[in-house]
């Protein structure tokens, strides 16, 4: 049984990192069609000494990402982006209760 199980898992694996290396020989294979651009808005949640939470919000800024299923070259793929045009970005940390 642990045997099967064995054989499974790295099967999965296998897989999973040749759909990946497959994804980015196909990215490197596009030339110029390899990066993208999405507007996205950034919020900064400043923790507060008392506690509360301060929000800064900066204007809408394009960000480049990659035509791909999975992130590469420093870049998140423009699918997810697209989807996520909203970025929190926690700033500090609220003080403790103790």
Known sequence: ?????????????LAAALLYAGDYVVLRSKGTNQFGSVTVRRVYAVAQKNGSTEYMFDPPAPQACVNSLFAHLGSPPCWYLSKHTRQQIKVGEPPSRE
Do not use: H
């Not at 049984?1 to 694996?13: A, C, D, E, P, T």
């Open 1 to 13: 049984m642990k045997r099967i199980l064995l054989i499974s898992v790295g099967s999965l694996v």
